[in-house]
């Protein structure tokens, strides 16, 4: 016969093995804190005391859940901080810039934008031999380094890529699970997670982070024809169908015949044609562009600024007026709803209205203000984006100040200034090459220059663009 002593188990699921699987098979039971031995035949309460623990088990695990949600509500950091930060001694519930790990997550932030993929980053990290995070940690603890300290993945810098927390904000709720009885976590819609603000010390600027996002969402890889990567990939769109150019080269081509081509251009069988452009006449482009945009700022800023102003937002403007004008009889409404529920509710109560009466126009009212609560919600975003918008003119501000007099384009530089850029097909009706490139600006948007056709031309029977 087998004996098995067991002071601890799962009570939610003991009830089958004592009962069926263990008397099948011989199996003695033993629950030493229960005073059950199955031997003894004094386990008949054994089902009784398993309903109680699983009640006990469900009630606790609410209880704890709810003490989390709380802290969680009131905008306390929930979890390990993350790599970066540290717990502030004299109060473990704030975080304090980790100065040695932060200046890995900047450079990290800063390859990414340099155009580097999170692999190429972790080969990066590993030839500087830059400790690993686990390694970093057990360097500071006083503990043996791991196995190849130096070995970062891309998964890790993935991570941090994806850290809001790194903006100085704090990010609660981004996992749950789905009861007590399951370990596995899963993950958050974004709507359903709760940010706050300004709880700690930034170590990466919002603006930045944001761009990542951007250059993370479309993920490039090098050309598998060379080692060559193109300087505007995932970056340039066709003007007719929306889809990428993608970046054409091989080991057999020169740098300069690198080229972009839309991506359902495939040997004509495609629904798109080819809108083919080379990468140094876009690079003559965008450089070009870039200074004719610092030299305009730089010779008035106060005309620069109202151009934008102008041609961005103008249009805007009325419409954002409109926009708050909606907002504030919605919020009004809303908060009228509140009275005429609280004023229905107390004529059910003294008999003034019949309660079905009461009961068909508290589910209108409700309908109407949660129709009212999310057009609200809706135009609110809307109105905060454009005001940020507006804000944004100093941070392009800034990125004009730091490349004064730029002589070529590096992936950091293009980054920095461009958001998009939309190819169009090439007319040569004329008997030119004649192809319109529209630049997207970061933070601005597009810009039409003074004295900026937007169109190269080429001579239809010379070298093509």
């Given at each position: 016969?087998?004996?098995?002593?067991?002071?601890?188990?799962?009570?939610?699921?003991?009830?089958?093995?004592?009962?069926?699987?263990?008397?099948?098979?011989?199996?003695?039971?033993?629950a030493i804190n229960d005073g059950v031995d199955s031997d003894k035949g004094d386990n008949d309460?054994?089902?009784?005391?398993?309903?109680?623990?699983?009640?006990?088990?469900r009630d606790t695990s609410r209880k704890i859940r709810a003490i989390l949600t709380a802290k969680a509500n009131a905008g306390e950091h929930m979890g390990k901080q993350p790599y970066g930060y540290l717990r502030n001694k004299d109060n473990p519930k704030q975080w304090v810039v980790d100065e040695e790990a932060a200046e890995v997550v900047k450079k990290i932030f800063a390859l990414c934008v340099d155009g580097k993929?999170?692999?190429?980053?972790?080969?990066?990290?590993?030839?500087?031999?830059?400790?690993?995070?686990?390694?970093?940690?057990?360097?500071?603890?006083?503990?043996?380094?791991?196995?190849?300290?130096?070995?970062?993945d891309a998964n890790s810098v993935s991570k941090i890529l994806a850290r809001f927390e790194y903006c100085g904000h704090t990010v609660n709720f981004k996992t749950y699970s789905k009861s007590n009885k399951l370990?596995?976590?899963?993950?958050?819609?974004?709507?359903?997670?709760?940010?706050?603000?300004?709880?700690?010390?930034?170590?990466?600027?919002?603006?930045?982070?944001?761009?990542?996002?951007?250059?993370?969402?479309?993920?490039?890889?090098?050309?598998?024809?060379?080692?060559?990567?193109?300087?505007?990939?995932?970056?340039?769109?066709?003007?007719?169908c929306g889809s990428k150019l993608h970046?054409?080269?091989?080991?057999?081509?020169?740098?300069?015949?690198?080229?972009?081509?839309?991506?359902?251009?495939?040997?004509?069988t495609g629904s798109c044609t080819a809108h083919y452009i080379r990468e140094e006449t876009l690079k003559r482009i965008v450089l070009k562009r870039i200074f004719d945009v610092t030299a305009m700022f730089i010779d008035d800023i106060t005309s620069f600024r109202d151009m934008v102003y102008e041609q961005r937002f103008e249009k805007m403007e009325k419409d954002m007026k409109r926009r708050k004008k909606a907002l504030e009889q919605a919020r009004k409404r809303i908060t009228e709803l509140d009275r005429i529920f609280k004023r229905i509710y107390e004529d059910d109560v003294n008999g003034t209205i019949s309660h079905e009466r009461f009961l068909k126009l508290s589910a209108e009212y409700e309908a109407e203000q949660k129709e009212l609560t999310e057009f609200v919600y809706a135009e609110q975003n809307a109105v905060h984006i454009f005001e940020q918008d507006k804000a944004d003119f100093d941070n392009f501000a800034a990125v004009i100040r730091k490349y004064v007099g730029v002589k070529e384009l590096t992936p950091t530089i293009v980054n920095e200034f461009v958001k998009k850029i939309i190819v169009h097909a090439p007319d040569k009706s004329s008997g030119h090459r004649r192809q319109k490139v529209q630049i997207v600006w970061n933070f601005i948007g597009e810009v039409n220059l003074p004295n900026d056709s937007q169109v190269i031309e080429r001579q239809r029977k010379g070298r093509t663009a």
């Open positions: 016969m087998l004996t098995w002593n067991i002071s601890s188990c799962a009570w939610t699921t003991i009830g089958y093995y004592t009962e069926s699987f263990f008397a099948e098979r011989d199996i003695r039971y033993i309460f054994t089902p009784f005391r398993n309903l109680f623990n699983d009640f006990y088990a993929g999170p692999m190429q980053i972790a080969r990066m990290l590993q030839k500087e031999k830059i400790l690993t995070i686990k390694s970093y940690y057990a360097k500071c603890a006083g503990k043996p380094l791991p196995d190849n300290p130096y070995l970062w370990k596995k976590r899963y993950e958050n819609t974004p709507e359903n997670r709760r940010i706050f603000r300004n709880t700690h010390e930034a170590i990466i600027d919002e603006k930045l982070f944001e761009r990542v996002q951007e250059l993370r969402a479309s993920k490039r890889r090098p050309a598998k024809q060379a080692e060559r990567q193109g300087l505007f990939s995932n970056l340039i769109f066709c003007a007719d970046f054409c080269t091989a080991s057999s081509l020169t740098p300069s015949q690198d080229s972009y081509r839309c991506s359902r251009y495939k040997s004509n």
